[in-house]
Each structure stands twice: as C-alpha cells, then as structure tokens.
C-alpha cells in the first residue's frame, strides 16, 4: 500500500509540473497529453483507495483530489496571464481546502488527525507553487528558472512517501487483518525509496532527451544535472555529458 500510494503520489507531482510547464511554453498539445495523464492518475489513485473505502468514498476522493489539481492549473494562468488576483485568490483558496481535505480523511480514519493531513497537504502545495514559480520566472532565454525548477520538482517529489506512509500507517491500523505488517518497516521504506528512486530516474532521462532532441538546451541542462541530484555529482557527470556547439545555420545538443 505504501509504495502503490508513493508512486501514485510522485506521479501526480511529475505530471502536474509537466502540465504546467508546457502551459506556460505555449506547447499546447504536450499540455494536453500531461492533463489526460494527470487525470488518470487521479483515477488510479482514488481506485487504490477504493477496495478500502468502497465505492461512493472512492468517488468522492476522486472529486475532491480534482479539485485541487484545478487549483495548480488556475494559478498557472494567473502568472501567464499577469492575473495576480487570480492568482492569489488559489493560494487562499488551496489553505481552505486543505482543511476540507483533512476533514473529509479524517471522517474516513480516525487514526488521521483533521490538522497533521491539511499540514501535509498545504506542504505539498506550497512546494508544488514553488516549482511553477520557478518555471513563470521571466529569463532572456524565455525557459523559466529551469535550475531552480528541477530541484524544487525534486523535493516536491520526494515529499510525496510521507504522504503514503501516513496514509498507510492509518490505513494499516484501521484495517489490521487486511494490511498486516509495518508499513514504515526498513523493508517497507527501502522498498519505497527504490521505487522512487527508479521512478525519478526514468522521468529525469525522459525530460532530458526530449528537451534535448527539442533543442531546449536550458532546459536539458537542469534535467541532466537533476540527475546528479539522484546519484552524485560525478556519477551524475559520467551519466549524462552535454555539449552544445552553435554554428550559423544550427545549435546542436551532443549528449549521451
């Protein structure tokens, strides 16, 4: 359960960043396949919740994790768009629902307390809205703060396992005979952490080379050197080494 909910929640947090960084690029067909992809995450995760809960609770998680997700997607067209009014009344309306959200929880499990999971949430945010800020950040290069963007997609990322294993844990603890074990064993966590980790990685690699055959040299650099975040600088360095060589009629990124 912790590492379905992990992956689950990592995936949301990569797919929201990719939707919003093409929105704000203008690439109007990849946002639109991020979106699609996002909405079935939605799906998957209210599903993995669904077998515990039944049926109708299912439905409703999955109307309320929607909710939220049009929220990101509403502040990234107030920064696009110069709208600040917009823009800040998301953020008022992400504290608010982030109590609703621990409400709605809480009311399912007991073991999850109203203001540890609006924390959590309004965490998740917050670290979401500083990714995209990164990403609207104006540059002479018309890219956003890519170097900053990578890491704060990182961290935004990895936050995500505190999610499952307290969702876990509760979930665990309510429903013993169906959810034996530990779920913040050091199985149960380096399970997590490797899955994670592959996770980043296959997504790290998939935003470098296409950022990369797209000639987005600013933005393959970040992504490349994202995965040095992953395994160390010079692991990092051996990885993946960029060169980029303009000539009159072309710029080409060498990379491999």
Known sequence: ?????????????????????????????????????????????????????????????????????????????GLATGDQALADQVLADLVQYADDFGAFLADANPNLPVAAVADLLRTHASMLISVIDAQATATIHASGDQQAAYP????????????ASALASSIAAQFPDQFPGDANSAAASLRATLNLGLAEHTFLVAKSAAAALDARNIEFEAAAGALGLVYGDEAGAAFCLCRVSTSASSSTTRWR
Do not use: C, K
């Open 1 to 77: 359960m912790r590492s379905t909910l992990a992956l689950l929640l990592g995936e949301h947090v990569l797919l929201t960043s990719s939707a919003t960084e093409a929105a704000l690029r203008g690439r109007t067909a990849e946002f639109e396949a991020a979106a699609t992809e996002l909405d079935s995450n939605s799906v998957e995760l209210a599903a993995a919740l669904g077998p515990v809960y039944g049926p109708d609770a299912e439905a409703a998680f999955l109307t309320l994790w929607r909710e939220h997700i049009g929220f990101f997607l509403d502040y990234t067209t």
């Open 152 to 163: 704060a997609l990182q961290a935004a990322y990895a936050h995500m396992d505190m999610h």
